[in-house]
């Protein structure tokens, strides 16, 4: 596939090199000369320095030929109107990322067709709505929901004590239905067989009906308990979501912020919400409003530095949970060492919501998982096939990969090997980077 990404900042890097891997013919856009040397430098794609809502420009990077134009800039409006352009010279689809809440909260951007637009991304939204599902299972190092809902992936990690510790996967029996997709350790991530054991430390990542949930988590030794106060550092774009989205569950929730026009703006739009004028840096301030005593710290400021050393001075104050935005890849296998519990990346979870128009297929959705060291598919199966009416037995699906759940007239089934594929059904695919392309060869339509 001929793809243009239009922006090199940390979204469109990701995204090109998750394409590039993959062997689609990507072009990316840029106008900065610092960027188009990074990544020309660590990605085998080829780079065009200019702006891309010029015609001459997009016309070197083969416009007229593309199939899907990403325009991931810092600015919204070039963005949109290079999608705008883009369609105008025939190209299927195209994806925008616009952040400005005067476009997308006033329904500004309601006609998209009319302006070119297949898809709009807002990160802060989309990692918003992340943190508040975490919020939903504490527990969990990362939550994700299929098929309407009725599907959960959840990482859990496994600790010391418990029940499944040194059991075989082929040991453990439940009564409820579930699957054990993946395990991380020591870094690896690893598509468990039969005979593979469970060890303290690893974090596993498990398949179920949403329903049942909760009593597998609890066989694995988790325990879901219910958070009840939060606290965010940042007021930005993300911080505001998210305490709008927290309201609404009925949480407490308190915000630091040290902008204060930006507290001023905020008070005025949350109605539950305690704004706080102040600098997260400042421990006493933090031991003065109780950030050690909350279920939940969030630190989603714009450093990923500060992120970090605050959350780590609400850890050690007796924050039950913490989460911290992190932009930069290499700072997340830091967030493990030093004990913070999530690293959440808006670029990886924006990246995953765009690659849903990539894959080839009906894909209703796509995740990223562990930094895009996996990926999760939600893909509906063609009316014809050659996989339909078969025993998954008798096909020969790739390898690192494997099927998590298959939905059919709303009924979940986590298949074993007798079962069959219909068309219609929605199928959860579990798969590492290597296997996804023969992922997508498997589900052809015929």
């Given at each position: 596939m001929h793809v243009i990404i239009m922006g090199a900042g940390k979204?469109?890097?990701?995204i090109a090199q998750i394409l590039s891997r993959e062997n689609h013919d990507v072009v990316v856009v840029e106008?900065?000369?610092?960027?188009?040397?990074v990544v020309e430098d660590n990605l085998d794609v080829q780079t065009i320095r200019g702006n891309g809502a010029s015609l001459s420009v997009l016309e070197e990077a083969k416009i007229r030929e593309a199939e899907l134009l990403i325009a991931v800039t810092e600015l919204d409006e070039l963005n949109m109107v290079a999608c705008l352009l883009a369609k105008s010279l025939g190209v299927p689809r195209t994806v925008a990322r616009v952040r400005n809440p005067e476009y997308v909260d006033t329904g500004a951007l309601a006609c998209t067709n009319s302006l070119g637009i297949d898809l709009i991304i807002n990160p802060e939204r989309v990692a918003a709505k992340h943190i508040a599902e975490l919020v939903d299972v504490p527990e969990a190092l990362n939550v994700e929901y299929y098929a309407?809902?009725?599907v959960m992936l959840v990482e859990l990690p496994i600790t010391a004590d418990a029940p499944v510790v040194n059991k075989k996967l082929k040991e453990l029996k439940f009564s409820n239905p579930y699957l054990i997709a993946a395990i991380i350790r020591n870094g690896n991530m690893i598509v468990p067989r039969g005979d593979d054991r469970l060890l303290s430390g690893d974090q596993v990542f498990v398949v179920a009906e949403t329903r049942v949930m909760k009593t597998v988590e609890r066989l694995l030794g988790r325990e879901r308990r219910r958070i009840?106060?939060?606290?965010i550092l940042g007021g930005g774009r993300l911080g505001f979501y998210l305490a709008t989205l927290l309201e609404k569950k009925g949480v407490k929730v308190k915000m630091l912020e040290k902008n204060l026009q930006k507290c001023r703006g905020i008070s005025e739009q949350l109605s539950r919400t305690m704004v706080l004028h102040g600098d997260g840096t400042d421990i006493q301030l933090l031991e003065q409003e109780d950030a050690g005593k909350v279920d939940l710290f969030v630190?989603?400021?714009g450093d990923d530095k500060v992120n970090l050393l605050v959350s780590l001075l609400a850890k050690e104050l007796g924050a039950k949970k913490t989460i911290a935005q992190i932009q930069r890849s290499?700072?997340?296998?830091?967030?493990?060492?030093?004990?913070i519990d999530v690293a959440i990346s808006p670029r990886t979870l924006t990246a995953g919501a765009i690659l849903k128009y990539i894959r080839r297929g009906d894909i209703v959705s796509?995740?990223?998982l562990d930094g895009a060291k996996a990926e999760t598919m939600e893909i509906i199966v063609p009316q014809?096939?050659?996989?339909?009416?078969r025993t998954l037995t008798s096909l020969k699906f790739p390898g690192n990969a494997l099927i998590g759940a298959v939905v059919r007239e709303g009924k979940v089934i986590i298949p074993s090997g007798s079962d069959i594929l219909l068309p219609g059904d929605h199928v959860i695919v579990f798969a590492l980077p290597e296997a996804v392309s023969k992922v997508e060869r498997f589900f052809a339509a015929m």
């Open positions: 979204v469109g890097f990701n106008n900065d000369p610092e960027r188009c040397q309407e809902g009725k009840q106060s939060v606290f630190a989603v400021t290499d700072y997340v296998p830091l967030v493990e060492k030093i004990g796509v995740s990223l014809r096939a050659d996989i339909i009416n």
